[in-house]
């Protein structure tokens, strides 16, 4: 059995590589791909059905999807739109959650209010890889891409709790609105909470006892499980501490990691999270034909996608009307909020109820819905309410997904007015940085600057670039420096690196400058150690 099933995950995740590369000759994002793939590989004559199980995804795609999300993300863009952000990741999901519920009363026979708010819980929160799979490389401003990933790193949280409270109405028959909104306060805050204090343990254990370069690539891979676990056990929204504590750990990177753990540690997760965003993705076209076929005969399939087509009309105009409302009557009534986004434009606005594309936690979220109720009672309409998700998911990822970079190309987003481009922001990074070197050479190696060949030739090199360069790898060759030369210019050359590295780190508080752009000189810093360190 334990032989069966390990092959069956090679096979899924040869699959899911070969199918993304497949996806790029076509020049399709690889989310849309996988999922379409998935959907023909499952109807497939005698293709192994696969059993989604929703405490898997939960337990073991989520909290690592999560944390990656929440260490790339800056916290200086998500404090400076904390309040578009809470409309969208919080607000958004109520108000989608109430507009489904009361519509499928309405149109949909059988559902009840509960159901209602339950089916809303799940369809709510939109899936952030899949935008930004889809958004990459095409030219949309910073602020766009900012309130996307701020909304993904809560959205889930709100939407979860909202499917709780559902589904414990649905199995009791009892539901207070004032209780209800007390506990989503509590459950958040607790996991927030515990998401700090576990990642306060694990920003000690980096900090302070012998780590190594393996030995904290590792300790980041335990971290977000050890943060959703905890926070789960004492009841509180394990989501929230996940994004809570990575967001801190993140903050911190530059003192708890040294240059060769950032190195290793990035590409680790970067190979990680690629293979656990393609299995979810090709799991979610897998998924359909069992929903499919548990479907039955009280619901004809024409008149279910029928109903998740409805679904998904009402969730993208609610998206809508949402977002350019509370967008124009914040910046009405409230001048800072007006100057902080006067970048926006309706361009971009379009764009953010465009990438509004769920994803595998709407997914998991309605396959986690219990079969019965009790021995004797079935859940009313549990497979209606898994395939109008499954629909849903794929009206928002496919065609939004497909049409989405046509959208940005017709409405040709306009530059922001108040902001330095990148290459701007990335050419003044390095003169400051160039500049703090000088100086530091200039006030305490001015005498290794005069007599060690090697730091004359540095000095020329920050001041004129390429061809003193080619003059120190001649002194090399011709064997006219000796170790101790060689040995103080590494430590020169390290301590400098160090203050650029601190100047990064102040400059992380500097709006003029994207995290984007610094964390790039960053990179290129710990680069230039790896070089002097492996020697």
């Given at each position: 059995?334990?032989?069966d099933n390990?092959?069956?995950?090679?096979?899924?995740?040869?699959?899911?590589?070969?199918?993304?590369?497949?996806?790029?000759?076509l020049?399709?994002?690889?989310?849309?791909f996988?999922?379409?793939a998935?959907?023909?590989?499952g109807?497939?004559?005698?293709?192994?059905?696969?059993?989604?199980?929703?405490n898997?995804?939960f337990l073991?795609?989520l909290?690592?999807l999560?944390?990656?999300?929440a260490?790339?993300?800056?916290?200086k863009?998500?404090w400076e739109y904390?309040?578009?952000?809470?409309l969208?990741a919080v607000?958004?999901?109520f108000i989608?959650?109430v507009?489904v519920?009361y519509?499928?009363?309405?149109f949909?026979?059988?559902?009840?209010l509960?159901?209602?708010?339950?089916l809303?819980g799940?369809i709510?929160?939109?899936?952030a890889v899949?935008?930004?799979?889809v958004?990459?490389?095409?030219?949309?401003p910073?602020?766009?891409?900012?309130?996307l990933?701020?909304?993904?790193l809560?959205?889930?949280a709100?939407?979860l709790?909202?499917f709780?409270f559902a589904?414990v109405?649905v199995?009791?028959g009892?539901?207070?609105?004032q209780?209800a909104?007390?506990?989503?306060?509590?459950?958040?805050?607790c996991?927030?909470l515990?998401?700090v204090?576990v990642?306060?343990?694990?920003?000690a254990i980096?900090r302070?006892?012998?780590?190594?370069?393996n030995i904290?690539?590792?300790l980041?891979?335990l971290?977000?499980y050890?943060?959703?676990?905890?926070?789960?056990h004492?009841?509180?929204?394990g989501?929230?501490?996940?994004?809570?504590?990575?967001?801190l750990?993140?903050?911190?990177?530059?003192?708890?990691?040294?240059?060769n753990?950032?190195?290793?540690t990035?590409?680790v997760?970067?190979?990680l999270?690629f293979m656990?965003?393609g299995v979810?993705?090709i799991?979610?076209?897998?998924a359909?034909?069992?929903?499919?076929?548990?479907?039955?005969?009280d619901?004809?399939?024409?008149?279910?996608?029928g109903?998740?087509?409805?679904?998904?009309?009402?969730?993208f105009?609610?998206r809508?009307v949402?977002l350019?409302s509370t967008?124009r009557?914040?910046?009405?009534?409230?001048?800072?909020?007006?100057l902080r986004?006067?970048?926006m434009?309706?361009?971009?606005s379009?764009?953010i109820?465009?990438?509004?594309?769920?994803?595998?936690?709407s997914?998991a979220?309605?396959?986690s819905?219990?079969?019965?109720i009790?021995?004797?009672v079935?859940?009313?309409?549990r497979?209606l309410?898994?395939f109008i998700?499954?629909?849903?998911?794929?009206?928002?990822?496919?065609?939004?997904?497909?049409?989405?970079?046509?959208?940005?190309?017709?409405?040709?987003?306009?530059?922001?007015?108040?902001?330095l481009?990148?290459?701007?922001?990335?050419?003044?990074?390095?003169?400051?940085?160039?500049d703090?070197s000088?100086?530091?050479?200039?006030?305490?190696?001015?005498?290794?600057?005069?007599h060690?060949?090697?730091?004359?030739n540095?000095?020329?090199e920050?001041?004129h670039?390429?061809?003193?360069?080619k003059?120190?790898?001649?002194?090399?060759?011709?064997g006219?420096?000796?170790?101790?030369?060689l040995?103080?210019y590494?430590e020169?050359?390290?301590?400098?690196?160090?203050?650029?590295?601190d100047?990064?780190h102040?400059?992380?508080?500097?709006k003029?400058?994207d995290?984007?752009?610094?964390?790039?000189?960053?990179?290129?810093?710990?680069l230039?150690e790896l070089?002097?360190?492996?020697?």
């Open positions: 059995m334990l032989h390990l092959i069956l995950i090679l096979i899924l995740l040869l699959g899911v590589t070969l199918l993304v590369m497949v996806g790029q000759k020049k399709i994002s690889y989310p849309i996988l999922v379409l998935g959907l023909i590989i109807f497939i004559p005698g293709t192994p059905h696969i059993k989604i199980d929703p898997i995804v073991l795609f909290p690592p999560l944390y990656e999300a260490w790339f993300t800056s916290w863009d998500f904390k309040g578009a952000i809470f969208m607000g958004l999901v989608t959650s507009a519920a519509a499928s009363v309405a949909i026979p059988g559902f009840t509960a159901l209602g708010f339950l809303g799940i709510s929160p939109p899936d899949a935008a930004a799979a958004l990459k490389g095409m030219k949309v910073k602020m766009v891409s900012s309130l990933e701020g909304e993904s809560v959205n889930d709100s939407s709790i909202v709780k589904l109405s199995l009791t009892t539901f207070v609105i209780d909104a007390v506990d989503f306060v509590s459950v958040a805050g996991g927030i515990i998401g204090a990642g306060g343990i694990f920003y980096h302070w006892l012998p780590t190594t370069e904290d690539t590792v980041t891979l971290t977000p050890f943060m959703y676990i905890v926070a789960e004492f009841e509180a929204s989501v929230m501490a996940v994004v809570s504590g990575g967001l750990l993140s903050s911190q990177s530059h003192v708890i990691l040294t240059s753990s950032r190195i290793k990035v590409s997760w970067s190979a999270t656990l965003n979810v993705f799991l979610i076209g897998l359909l034909p069992d929903i499919v076929g548990d479907l039955g005969p619901y004809p399939i024409l008149k279910a996608i109903y998740g087509v409805g679904i998904s009309i009402l969730a105009l609610v809508f949402w350019f967008a009557i914040t910046s009405f009534f409230n001048k800072k909020t007006r986004y006067q970048d434009t309706w361009h971009s379009v764009v109820v465009y990438a509004g594309m769920r994803g595998v936690v997914l979220a309605a396959l819905i219990p079969v019965m009790s021995e004797q079935h859940f009313p309409l497979n309410i898994l998700t499954f629909v849903v998911i794929f009206v928002t990822l496919v065609i939004q997904g497909f049409t989405l970079p046509l959208v940005i190309k017709l409405l040709k987003i306009p530059e922001p007015k108040h902001k481009s990148e290459q701007e922001q990335a050419n003044q990074i390095k003169l400051r940085l160039i703090l000088l100086d530091k050479l200039k006030t305490d190696y001015q005498h290794q600057c005069t060690n060949e090697l730091m004359v540095l000095k020329a920050l001041q670039s390429l061809m003193e360069k003059d120190t790898l001649k002194a090399f060759k011709n006219e420096i000796d170790k101790g030369e040995k103080a590494h020169i050359m390290l301590n400098l690196i160090h203050i650029q590295r100047e990064l102040h400059l992380k508080s500097n003029n400058y995290d984007d752009i610094i964390r790039k000189e960053e990179w290129r810093l710990d230039e070089s002097i360190t492996s020697i």
